[in-house]
């Protein structure tokens, strides 16, 4: 069958196929449906990138480099320039090919520069601190990726620190791009959003509204995390003793939120107070006006004088006073 622009063709990939201009009848042949329009996302384009069944390839198959891709404009290739291509590789001589005779294979600036300032960013925060202690990673958002690719092409970037109070989440960064030649293309501030891997205390099991929390409560779990305020714990004994405001399922991360200093001493229960003036120390029984948690400051009444006062609750029915 004659091949036009838009008629497709089976060739075997051979060298003698290579003069063909007939369709294979072969009842069992294995057919690599070619794409019409290729997007390449990295460096090279790998054969993956350009077949519609790439299922029916080897893992190794899926990823023989095909060609360069473009950066600077889309491209067409004709089918017997692929054919060409494809065969360096011995083991893909048994399959057919079903394409139309030019496919386009598109730029991949957007995809390759936009990796390369990324990989470039990770390598300036590893040797600078705080990051350089940390397990990190970076998502560039997508006013930065646009910005990244109106640039074009560029042999460097390099980067400083222009937000000096954020190390975790949206943190600005002046990014400047450079040519072969040394020169400067592009400079804009860059607003990466910057992950840090930490172990987060999260519930073990689901946690009822009101537990006291005990340390066979929790588990510690990595987990990427990208907010400076911390809406999370790593230390165990933050959380130990403390009560649940409202219920926790099992998996999710314990933070302030959801925390209650524990009860010291309900309306009307009696608590010991500690008087302390100089070096002087005295115990006193009182009588709780209104309930507390710990570190609140409650009015108690001295039965004996009928002297009410405020004290600071230490402790399950304890309190201390400085006079």
Not at 2 to 15: N, Q
Not at 57 to 80: G, K
Not at 202 to 223: F, G, H, W
Request: hydrophobic share 40%; glycine share 4%.
């Amino acid at each position: 069958m004659k091949i036009t622009m838009w008629s497709k063709k089976f060739t075997t990939i051979t060298t003698a196929l290579l003069c063909l201009m007939t369709i294979s009848t072969q009842l069992y042949a294995k057919v690599l449906n070619i794409k019409n329009v290729v997007a390449p996302k990295k460096e090279h384009v790998v054969l993956k990138d350009i077949v519609e069944n790439y299922q029916i390839l080897t893992e190794e198959q899926q990823n023989y480099v095909v060609m360069t891709s473009p950066t600077h404009r889309d491209i067409n290739i004709s089918l017997d320039e692929l054919i060409g291509k494809l065969q360096q590789y011995k083991d893909l001589h048994s399959f057919e090919v079903n394409s139309i005779n030019n496919i386009r294979v598109k730029k991949v600036k957007s995809y390759l520069y936009l990796q390369r300032t990324k990989d470039q960013l990770i390598k300036h925060l590893k040797s600078n601190a705080p990051w350089s202690d940390w397990e990190i990673d970076v998502i560039i958002a997508p006013n930065d990726e646009l910005l990244i690719a109106q640039t074009g092409a560029f042999n460097k970037v390099t980067f400083s620190n222009y937000d000096m109070e954020n190390y975790v989440g949206n943190v600005a960064f002046t990014a400047s791009f450079y040519d072969e030649e040394n020169d400067m293309i592009n400079q804009f501030t860059l607003t990466p959003k910057i992950l840090k891997r930490e172990k987060v205390c999260v519930a073990k099991t689901q946690l009822e509204r009101n537990t006291l929390i005990k340390e066979s409560d929790l588990k510690m779990v990595p987990t990427w995390v990208g907010n400076q305020k911390k809406s999370y714990i790593t230390d165990k004994n933050l959380i130990i003793g403390k009560e649940l405001a409202k219920k926790v399922s099992s998996g999710s991360i314990i933070n302030n939120s959801v925390l209650l200093n524990p009860m010291c001493v309900k309306k009307n229960q009696m608590l010991w107070v500690e008087l302390n003036k100089g070096t002087l120390k005295i115990k006193l029984m009182v009588k709780a006006l209104e309930g507390g948690r710990l570190g609140d400051t409650i009015r108690v009444k001295n039965s004996s004088s009928q002297k009410v006062f405020n004290v600071e609750l230490t402790g399950s029915k304890q309190a201390v006073v400085s006079l």
